[in-house]
């Protein structure tokens, strides 16, 4: 299958999500780049289709840990036909828990094979100038590669991380050790 294209799809509330995806798409071949925001309460009926010949980015965020429930409600309406799809959370600062591998699921149940994941930091939606949360992010180190973890979407399994190790391996953080993903903690958290 020859990729000729990407489609961006996403649920994005405060556009973070969106940001990673273009990104992310900035740095395939794949032209041209076509979006299919499902943010909008617009976007709550009807099925879309994703072609073969087309390269899914497809983003959500992340609360609580989880994808929120009206976003895995939306993206299950998005069809893929063994259409190649990258999958990406976005996490504000805290930890994203299983929801790549929620939305990893998700994607595959509904048409598409998943063939690389990652999980990206971005400014929590709770950040104010009084109390930041990683404010400003993602921002232009993040995009050189600094805050990037990519993991094999079969299982999550040989992860490796893309990008200096003093940008991302903070608390919650997976890391890859002996060969197996593993979660940082500070010794205050164990």
């Known amino acids: 299958m020859k990729v000729t294209s990407a489609r961006l799809?996403?649920?994005?509330?405060?556009?973070?999500?969106?940001?990673?995806l273009e990104a992310i798409a900035?740095?395939?071949?794949?032209?041209?780049?076509r979006r299919l925001d499902l943010t909008s309460p617009k976007a709550t009926g009807g099925t879309f289709d994703v072609p073969a010949h087309e390269l899914a980015i497809v983003g959500a965020p992340v609360y609580?840990?989880?994808?929120?429930?009206?976003?895995?409600?939306?993206l299950r309406r998005v069809k893929g036909n063994l259409t190649a799809a990258v999958v990406v959370v976005v996490y504000g600062n805290r930890v994203y828990e299983d929801a790549l591998l929620e939305l990893r699921d998700l994607v595959t149940e509904t048409g598409f094979v998943p063939v690389a994941a990652g999980a990206f930091l971005g400014e929590h939606s709770f950040s104010t100038e009084a109390v930041p949360l990683a404010h400003g992010r993602p921002d232009a180190q993040d995009a050189r590669g600094g805050?990037?973890?990519?993991?094999?979407?079969?299982?999550?399994?040989?992860?490796?991380?893309?990008?200096p190790a003093s940008r991302a391996a903070g608390a919650g953080q997976p890391a890859l050790q002996g060969g197996r993903l593993r979660t940082r903690c500070r010794a205050a958290d164990a």
């Open 9 to 20: 799809v996403c649920f994005s509330p405060t556009r973070t999500t969106e940001r990673v």
């Open 26 to 33: 900035a740095g395939t071949a794949a032209r041209p780049v």
């Open 64 to 74: 609580g840990g989880r994808i929120p429930p009206e976003a895995a409600r939306r």
């Open 147 to 163: 805050g990037l973890w990519w993991a094999d979407p079969r299982g999550l399994r040989g992860a490796r991380r893309v990008g």
